[in-house]
Nanobody
Framework: VQLQASGGGLVQAGGTLRLSCAASLRAFVSSTVGWFRQAPGKEREYVAHTAWRGSTTGYSDSVKGRFTISRDNDKNTVYLQMNSLEPEDTAVYYC??????????????????WGQGTLVTVSS
């Protein structure tokens, strides 16, 4: 299984970016896919997840209302639309996946597969 995260870059505060996570995962449509991030010197933290063919989504309080997770099951791809970016959003963003429903979608232990990460830098 491979997860390929892309779409990171440098953006000014208030700007937007869209991250993509392309997965080579059988039965992708029924998998749980999450986004996590890790800022320099900080622990990895949960950002968002999608499950149940996209009918279930969740967000951390820090991104709720600004980020939107979506999935295109025909393309085996999950997106993270990030609006109103803040310098505090600067981090390496990782996508993760688990076949079926993850019992712990907001924790890293709830996933079996991880992508390589894509760097998001938000300047003030």
């Amino acid at each position: 299984v491979q997860l390929q995260a892309s779409g990171g870059g440098l953006v000014q505060a208030g700007g937007t970016l869209r991250l993509s996570c392309a997965a080579s995962l059988r039965a992708f449509v029924s998998s749980t896919v999450g986004w996590f991030r890790q800022a320099p010197g900080k622990e990895r933290e949960y950002v968002a997840h999608t499950a149940w063919r996209g009918s279930t989504t969740g967000y951390s309080d820090s991104v709720k209302g600004r980020f939107t997770i979506s999935r295109d099951n025909d393309k085996n791809t999950v997106y993270l639309q990030m609006n109103s970016l803040e310098p505090e959003d600067t981090a390496v963003y990782y996508c993760a996946a688990k076949r079926g429903v993850s019992p712990r979608p907001t924790s890293g232990v709830g996933y079996d597969y991880w992508g390589q990460g894509t760097l998001v830098t938000v300047s003030s």
